[in-house]
């Protein structure tokens, strides 16, 4: 699913309002396209919210719905039906230069327009590093999925991810 999303949702602990969840909506990438390795990275900067935030609490969840990508037809967002995936962890700085160098090729493969946003606003790449995962894609609560399956899928363009865990 990662693959055929540009954005989504992205929260994090609030440094502003007191410690409540702040949520954002993220533009991300995961590899260059149909090469995805599942790791979202983000270009931020500390100008809006979720970069600070992560800086002072790097707590932090990533929300995906395959409603984004059309693909529920006519369902209703919230059914089961429709998946979703919620990656919880630590949103960090990518201090690596080979890893913020990946993160780079794969953002900018992407989202070709970050390569011109100012550099007075001091983007910088950050990561999800993903600690738990939470699965809705049928009805019957939550699929259990370690990030060590979720990070080893192997998954087609052919295969459903709504159903592939089903």
């Known amino acids: 699913m990662m693959d055929y999303l540009d954005a989504d949702e992205k929260s994090t602990i609030s440094s502003e309002y007191g410690g409540s969840p702040f949520g954002n909506v993220a533009s991300f990438s995961d590899g260059l396209p149909e090469k995805g390795k599942g790791i979202p990275y983000f270009y931020l900067t500390t100008l809006d919210p979720t970069a600070s935030n992560a800086l002072k609490d790097q707590r932090s969840s990533f929300t995906l719905s395959e409603y984004s990508i059309n693909s529920c037809s006519t369902k209703d967002p919230e059914s089961p039906t429709c998946a979703k995936i919620t990656l919880v962890g630590k949103l960090v700085l990518v201090k690596d230069s080979k890893e913020a160098e990946f993160a780079k090729t794969a953002l900018f493969a992407k989202h070709p327009e970050m390569e011109h946003w100012p550099k007075s606003h001091n983007f910088q790449f950050y990561k999800l590093d993903i600690q738990n995962i939470f699965l809705i894609n049928w009805f019957g609560g939550p699929k259990p999925l370690t990030v060590e399956q979720y990070l080893n899928a192997k998954l ?11």
Request: aromatic content about 18%; proline content about 0%.
């Open 156 to 166: 087609n363009k052919f295969t459903s991810f709504a159903h592939s865990t089903a």
